[in-house]
């Protein structure tokens, strides 16, 4: 954004963004187009393209001359696709909710910006009009860190008042950073889920050359038209190639990398299934079967926000129990370090997280421990302070991940009795968590294990 001094300035001269100008003072001359100032760097500087493609960012004075030369074409908007639909084909309803694969790169500032219709995004997927029969539901257009629980759960209805209407599945397009969440949380506000939910986005906008949104789109797609996955699962890309998606349990999903397409793994499972580019469906691990019931999808989206995700680190503060448990917080899961630990027998009394526990689960606060590292489980004997912090009412959450359990306490608090959710919490509800690791979920080929049909 420009500085009010320089927008009256432009404003006198009759000079608008993109409008080819001539700026001259007694050191050089330059002529170029009138750029959009980005939202950092200094407002007092006038950004304008040279004849060259660069950028060039001159400081405003008063006593410089500029002088239109030629107005700005008018701005070309987004080409949009036209909906059809097929006879044969099954119904799939797409959510849009805005992110990556829902934007576009603006070439004269340089910056992404979310597409306003989703129309725009289908336009160069002409293929999913031979997939399905696409029922196109804009229901927000935001960028996913700036999606919070209600979001999601207007999501949830919207998901299963689609399913109840008709369609054979859902994809919702969501942003990526808080994908993980997101699938978590439909993961439990659709508990009896009776068809497949893909959530999918993008690492790449859709107009880039090196996007991942149209595969990752035509893979959801293909997913929720012709499988038989009752559950809700993040279709996004399984290797850097083009090669194919990997469908991942949405409450066994992590993001993993910040720009690469195969930027999300599976988590302590292997994923329940792969489409490729001519839209197979290879089936990889057990999963959650459509038919299973002929109920109404529910939507349960009571959710209590006042759960916290704390991290343990070394020299952190215990104090942070004292401060959450002031604000009314119903439930905290923590962090922990290894098998889930905290510093409890430390020399430092300051640094001694065990009493600011106890503290808490006396008030009725409901604690649960997860692990900081990406695999693995957590276990509450096999080491001294974890004995104590069980005596302490902390509740282990076997191989959950951390994002998992603080998005399934806060379900379980909005739709539960305290005792219930401190019940439910390590139970597994919706494939969020197992008893039993196996050794070939570990391996330095995230998806080794693939092949064996389990």
Same mark, same amino acid.
């Given at each position: 954004m420009y500085s009010k001094e320089i927008l009256d300035f432009f404003k006198k001269k009759g000079i608008s963004i993109g409008d080819r100008v001539s700026i001259s003072s007694r050191d050089?001359?330059?002529e170029g187009e009138i750029m959009p100032k980005t939202e950092a760097g200094d407002r007092a500087t006038i950004v304008i393209k040279l004849d060259s493609g660069y950028n060039t960012g001159i400081k405003f004075s008063e006593d410089m001359d500029i002088e239109k030369l030629a107005s700005g074409k008018a701005e070309v908007s987004f080409p949009k696709a036209k909906v059809t639909q097929k006879k044969g084909l099954p119904k799939v309803t797409l959510i849009y909710t805005g992110g990556t694969i829902g934007s576009k790169v603006d070439y004269k500032s340089g910056g992404v910006y979310t597409l306003t219709k989703p129309e725009e995004l289908l336009y160069e997927v002409p293929e999913l009009s031979n997939i399905a029969n696409i029922e196109i539901v804009p229901l927000f257009s935001?960028?996913? /860190?700036?999606?919070?629980?209600?979001e999601w759960q207007k999501i949830a209805e919207k998901?299963? /008042?689609?399913?109840?209407? $008709?369609?054979? $599945? +859902? +994809? +919702?397009?969501? $942003?990526? &950073?808080?994908? !993980?969440?997101?699938?978590?949380a439909l993961s439990f506000m659709l508990p009896n889920l009776n068809a497949p939910v893909a959530v999918t986005g993008a690492q790449r906008s859709s107009d880039r050359g090196s996007s991942d949104a149209f595969m990752n789109l035509t893979c959801a797609v293909a997913a929720a038209a012709r499988s038989d996955i009752a559950e809700v699962f +993040? *279709?996004? !890309?399984?290797?850097?190639? &083009? &090669?194919? *998606?990997?469908?991942?349990?949405?409450?066994?999903?992590?993001?993993? !990398?910040?720009?690469?397409? &195969?930027?999300?793994?599976s988590i302590n499972d292997t994923p329940i299934a792969f489409v490729d580019r001519a839209h197979k469906i290879t089936y990889n691990n057990n999963y959650k079967r459509a038919g299973a019931s002929d109920k109404k999808t529910d939507a349960k989206t009571s959710f209590e926000e006042r759960v916290a995700l704390v991290k343990i680190h070394p020299n952190s503060?215990? /104090?942070?129990?004292e401060f959450y448990s002031s604000k009314g917080y119903k439930g905290i899961i923590l962090e922990g370090t290894g098998l889930g630990h905290v510093a409890a027998t430390t020399q430092h009394r300051q640094f001694n997280w065990l009493q600011h526990i106890r503290n808490a689960t006396d008030k009725g606060i409901v604690v649960g421990m997860t692990s900081q590292c990406i695999n693995g489980r957590v276990h509450s004997s096999v080491y001294s302070t974890a004995r104590e912090l069980s005596d302490a009412g902390v509740i282990y959450c076997d191989d959950m991940l951390p994002e998992t359990a603080y998005v399934k306490l806060c379900w379980l608090l909005g739709n539960h009795r305290r005792e219930e959710a401190a019940r439910l919490l390590n139970r597994d509800l919706v494939g969020e968590m197992k008893k039993r690791s196996g050794y070939e979920e570990f391996e330095e080929d995230e998806y080794a294990g693939e092949s064996a049909g389990k």
């Open positions: 050089m001359a330059l935001i960028f996913s /860190e700036d999606m919070s629980y209600l998901v299963a /008042e689609s399913l109840n209407s $008709g369609s054979n $599945g +859902v +994809v +919702v397009t969501i $942003g990526t &950073d808080t994908m !993980h969440y997101a699938a978590s +993040v *279709c996004m !890309h399984a290797s850097s190639s &083009d &090669d194919r *998606c990997a469908l991942i349990r949405g409450t066994r999903a992590r993001k993993m !990398h910040t720009s690469r397409r &195969d930027a999300f793994k503060n215990p /104090e942070i129990m």
